[in-house]
């Protein structure tokens, strides 16, 4: 099964938020390089001139400050796009070679703790089992988790990590995810919808810093300084998509576990138990997918 998209309705586009601190800085650091160049990259004295020069023909500045507005708001609508293109390129799931290559070492990973977590669980639970086996078996079960909380199909452990949501959910109720979280969305509290879109807000959030630092890279052929700002705005982009991507798939996870029974009595799907067990989940996938 392909990665989820994440899961909530994303936000609309605001012309504020094109606005913003990192696309003022990125318009200055292309001014500053389009003027400077490379070989004078920190030579700054050399902006003394065009400056003054700007500052007393008011129609020269009156120009100037027009076309860094324009640059500001298309740099900032340009990162707004980046930042969808950079979710998909987190999200892929097929990296050719090299991604079979890193898939590959992720299983060996992933299968090497859960052999530790499996040794450590047998002595944590055999006859005088003591308290640092059972730490020791939880620091185990915790390292695992960290990997994956399921076998790794993806070679990125972000899409990994939307993966293992829906083979988790199908897992336990057999139900496909993608076809029916629409309409368990739609019974869901306000406060636990707010919750999921929160969530879904800091993994734009994420995406769109990651997208500031590639914008700052393509400045890097025209001033070399700009590789600073742009290796630390992807750092800290993909820093911030990793818990906020968990947190969207726990929050998932969590919402069909406690909602998923009303889906199924609301969608008229008969339940042996009070729980959506495999048989219900079947009926609500096969509701939800109306036979495509």
């Known amino acids: 099964m392909a990665a989820l998209e994440p899961l909530g309705p994303p936000r ?50 009156a120009a100037w400050v027009i076309a860094l507005l324009l640059a500001w708001a298309v740099a900032g609508t340009a990162a707004l796009a980046g930042g969808g293109a950079v979710e998909r390129l987190w999200l892929r799931q097929d990296w050719g070679r090299l991604g079979a290559a890193l898939l590959r070492r992720r299983g060996r990973r992933w299968s090497a703790a859960c052999a530790a977590t499996e040794t450590a669980r047998g002595i944590a639970l055999a006859p005088g089992a003591t308290a640092a086996d059972l730490a020791a078996f939880r620091n185990a079960a915790a390292r695992r ?10 070679p990125g452990p972000l899409a990994d990590r939307m993966a293992a949501l829906e083979r988790r959910v199908d897992g336990q109720y057999a139900l496909d995810l993608a076809a029916a979280w629409p309409l368990l969305w739609l019974l869901l509290p306000a406060a636990v919808r707010a919750d999921v879109r929160e969530a879904r807000v800091r993994w734009e959030a994420a995406a769109g810093w990651a997208a500031w630092g590639v914008l700052f890279l393509l400045l890097v052929p025209v001033w070399w300084p700009a590789v600073l700002p742009g290796l630390l705005l992807c750092g800290w982009g993909r820093q911030l998509a990793a818990p906020a991507v968990d947190e969207l798939a726990r929050l998932t996870e969590a919402a069909v576990d406690v909602h998923g029974i009303e889906l199924a009595h609301r969608l008229g799907v008969a339940l042996d138990q009070q729980t959506l ?13 109306k036979g495509t």
Request: hydrophobic share 50%; net charge positive; charged share 20%.
């Open 145 to 154: 988790n960290r990997l994956a909380l399921a076998e790794p199909t993806c």
């Open 12 to 61: 609309p586009y605001e012309w504020r938020r094109a606005l913003s601190v990192p696309g003022a800085l990125w318009v200055c650091c292309a001014v500053v390089g389009s003027v400077l160049g490379q070989a004078d990259a920190l030579r700054f004295a050399a902006l003394a001139g065009p400056l003054r020069r700007a500052a007393t023909d008011p129609p020269v500045l």
């Open 277 to 289: 067990e495999p048989r219900g989940g079947k009926a609500v996938t096969a509701i939800a997918r």
